[in-house]
Antibody, heavy 119, light 106 residues
């Protein structure tokens, strides 16, 4: 069974940093495409970042230069390092497994973790 | 960026009736269109990909159609567990989502 478990988010001051992790089970992250998607309170879904099985990484414009997606194959875990956080980054962050072969749609989702950026 | 527009924003339907949700893309996405369901306080769940293929475990009452810029999600006979928010997502280029349609009990 595919499972994705995100680490706990938290309350971060503007300009601060936070690293989210996503522990996967039931499949290997190194052989799959993985992604982060976020949802601001009461709003819709927004793609944030993607890492291919090749290791290539991609970002939405809102995340470029501030966020870094990575993975640790030995821990079967994907990470999202978020720097220079802003109030508008406040959201529930979901880790998702991406189909890849048939296109970048989100096959499986983690339960999500809330990140609040506020002073 | 491809903009996805869903209509209506809210749809009120009685249990047992049919619901039809629409999604329009600002440019052609071929058949690279997925539908996700999200219940309050829960993560989204994939329903449909490739515009019309049901994901594993999704009941046959859910069906998707369309190609290019116009897509439809139909739920043939609404069950109580189907009342939720539905998002379309294109993946012809970097993923983008519609703003969602809230399906509520009439």
């Amino acid at each position: 069974e595919v499972q994705l478990v995100e680490s706990e988010g938290g309350l971060i001051q503007p300009g601060g940093s936070l690293r989210l992790s996503c522990a996967a089970s039931g499949f290997t992250v190194r052989s799959n495409y993985m992604s982060w998607v976020r949802q601001a309170p009461g709003k819709g879904l927004e793609w944030v970042s993607l890492i291919y099985s090749s290791g290539n990484t991609y970002y939405a414009d809102s995340a470029k230069g501030r966020f870094t997606i990575s993975r640790d194959n030995s821990k079967n875990t994907v990470y999202l390092q978020m720097n220079s956080l802003r109030a508008e980054d406040t959201a529930v962050y979901y880790c998702a497994r991406v189909s890849g072969i048939l296109g970048n749609y989100f096959e499986s989702w983690g339960q999500g973790t809330l990140v609040t950026v506020s002073s | 960026e491809i903009v996805m527009t869903q209509s209506p924003a809210t749809l009120s339907v009685s249990p047992g009736e049919r619901a039809t949700l629409s999604c329009r893309a600002s440019q052609s996405v071929s058949s690279h269109l997925a539908w996700h369901q999200q219940k309050p306080g829960q993560a989204p769940r994939l329903l449909i990909y490739g515009a019309s293929t049901r994901a594993t475990g999704i009941p046959a009452r859910f069906s998707g159609s369309g190609s290019g810029t116009e897509f439809t999600l139909t739920i043939s006979s609404l069950q109580s567990e189907d009342f939720a928010v539905y998002y379309c997502q294109q993946y012809n280029s970097w993923p983008t989502f519609g703003q969602g349609t809230k399906l509520e009990i009439k």
